[in-house]
């Protein structure tokens, strides 16, 4: 199984920082990475699909890069709706495998 | 619009079963693949398992097979998930997730609330 890592596990930040969030692959997925964001009792919502493509209606300040076994999830400027968990998850092959995830929250 | 809409979770005690549905709508259901992921409560997110948009694709993570089958009943726009020999470590909310058009990736660009199952003795 591919095995997906996430750091940091948490980070506090204030509104308007930058924030980003790496994932890595036990070997390499190409481009098939996606990130998502998950709020208590709520449905999680994807973000960036395919490494680095923003699904539609996801704002600009989320962007996705990498590719091989290396990504990151870069928040421009952090807003108040921001604060959540964040997962990365690997569509290469099946068992399709998510990372811990990172949660992050106010400073 | 897109809805996908959990039903049938529950308490139940450990080895018994439990079958969870999901009423899809606002898209041609038999055109995606569909999955099932739950997260135990205070943990991350766990892939369970797919169907293809027709049934004769399915995989299942290693945690269930055996125990969990998914199905779908495309006249219905409606996916299951059979649950058999519950377990305590089984105890999570589980959400239906569509896949991409015409594949069966896990790509899940629409989730379900999802539905709380619960093994408890």
């Known amino acids: 199984d591919i095995q997906m890592t996430q750091s940091p596990s948490s980070l506090s930040a204030s509104v308007g920082d930058r924030v980003t969030i790496t994932c890595r692959a036990s070997q390499s997925i190409s481009s098939s990475l996606n990130w998502y964001q998950v709020k208590p009792g709520k449905a999680p919502k994807l973000l960036i699909y395919a490494a680095s493509s923003l699904q539609s209606g996801v704002p600009s300040k989320f962007s996705g890069s990498g590719s091989g076994t290396d990504f990151t999830l870069t928040i421009s400027s952090l807003q108040p709706e921001d604060f959540a968990t964040y997962y990365c998850q690997q569509s290469y092959r099946t068992p399709f495998t998510f990372g811990p995830g990172t949660k992050v929250d106010i400073k | 619009q897109v809805q996908l809409v959990e039903s049938g979770g529950g308490v139940v005690q450990p080895g018994m079963s439990l079958r969870l549905s999901c009423a899809a709508s606002?898209?041609?259901?038999?055109?995606?693949?569909m999955h099932w992921v739950r997260q135990a409560p205070g943990k991350g997110l766990e892939w369970v398992a797919l169907?293809?948009?027709?049934?004769?694709?399915?995989y299942y993570a290693d945690s269930v097979k055996g125990r969990f089958t998914i199905s779908r009943d495309n006249s219905k726009n409606t996916l299951y998930l059979q649950m058999n020999s519950l377990r305590a470590e089984d105890t999570a909310v589980y959400h239906c997730?569509?896949?991409?058009?015409?594949?069966?990736?896990?790509?899940?660009?629409?989730w379900g609330q999802g539905a709380l199952v619960t093994v408890s003795s």
């Open positions: 606002g898209f041609i259901f038999s055109n995606y693949g």
């Open positions: 169907i293809g948009y027709y049934e004769t694709t399915k």
């Open positions: 997730v569509r896949g991409p058009l015409f594949q069966w990736l896990l790509i899940g660009d629409f």
